[in-house]
């Protein structure tokens, strides 16, 4: 398992964006937690196996359906800010 963090572009504020997916991060028992950044972008930060990477990128990538993704990056981090037994959206 390796701990990344995601950053998403596009109009992912305002739009449920947040809800949509950690709604979906917990339904697949995924642990991080999901956060609106004050540059207009997402933060995910989540715990994944590497056969679970595509799916959590397909979420991501997808959003809600108000919204409109137009970049995901991502990097492998080693000090992960969390601890959660699941899924959360920080304010």
Same mark, same amino acid.
């Given at each position: 398992?390796?701990?990344y963090r995601f950053i998403v572009s596009g109009k992912v504020q305002g739009v449920f964006y947040r809800k949509?997916?950690?709604?979906?991060m917990m339904k697949e028992?995924?642990?991080?937690?999901?956060?609106n950044l004050k540059d207009g972008t997402v933060e995910m930060v989540?715990? =994944?196996? +590497?056969?679970?990477?595509? *799916?959590v990128?397909?979420?991501l990538r997808n959003g809600s359906p108000a919204s409109s993704v137009e970049n995901?990056?991502?990097?492998?981090i080693e000090d992960a800010d969390f =601890?959660? +037994?699941g899924f959360e959206? *920080?304010?």
């Amino acid at each position: 398992m390796q701990i990344y963090r995601f950053i998403v572009s596009g109009k992912v504020q305002g739009v449920f964006y947040r809800k949509f997916v950690s709604q979906e991060m917990m339904k697949e028992q995924f642990q991080g937690y999901v956060k609106n950044l004050k540059d207009g972008t997402v933060e995910m930060v989540a715990a =994944v196996y +590497d056969d679970d990477f595509d *799916r959590v990128m397909q979420i991501l990538r997808n959003g809600s359906p108000a919204s409109s993704v137009e970049n995901v990056s991502y990097k492998s981090i080693e000090d992960a800010d969390f =601890v959660t +037994d699941g899924f959360e959206i *920080r304010y």
